[in-house]
């Protein structure tokens, strides 16, 4: 039996339908979908113009779409340099246990690097054990705050 090939690629201007998918797709599966506002235009516009304001990475299994991660840049005052937001990690159900979470996690950690990055945050919902556990296993630390939001 042959062993799939998990391929990783920036998504361009072309995959903005299959990321607006892949947005929806984790959204509903936290029953969020109700917070997604953004639409394949705001994609479009905000990441594959002149000043990309996100980045997206692509997996692939055999050719097939399985999985994504999205990011963008923010600035610590208290850390004194620019540090990498991730923003979603998802697998389809169909791909997972290949090692596609754990590829586009380390994948993401090569972007920071070339950019002279060593700085990665992300947030998970507290009782997703399963997701902590993963980015535990990869060495990442958990930290706990309160999350605040303010619609103005």
């Known amino acids: 039996m042959n062993a799939s ?28 979908r109700e917070y997604v506002f953004v639409t394949v235009d ?14 997206a990475v692509l997996a692939e299994v055999d050719g097939v779409l399985a999985g994504y991660a999205t990011y963008t840049w923010n600035y610590g ?3 004194g340099s620019t540090y990498m937001s991730v923003d979603d990690v998802y697998v389809l159900s169909s791909h997972r ?20 990055l060593h700085r990665m945050k992300w947030e998970v919902e507290p009782d997703n054990v399963a997701a902590i556990r ?3 296993r990869l060495g990442a630390r958990m930290r706990t705050k309160g999350l605040f939001y303010w619609e103005a």
Not at 97 to 116: D, F, K, N, S, Y
Request: aromatic letters at 8%; a negative charge; one cysteine or more.
């Open 97 to 116: 246990g290949l090692g596609i979470g754990e590829a586009l996690m380390h994948r993401l950690q090569q972007v920071c690097t070339h950019r002279g």
């Open 134 to 136: 993963f980015y535990e």
């Open 5 to 32: 090939v998990i391929t990783l690629r920036e998504a361009t201007e072309a995959d903005i339908d299959a990321l607006h998918q892949l947005i929806v797709a984790i959204a509903e599966h936290h029953d969020q």
């Open 42 to 55: 705001d994609l479009r516009r905000d990441g594959f113009g002149p000043a990309p304001k996100f980045g």
């Open 77 to 79: 005052i208290w850390l």
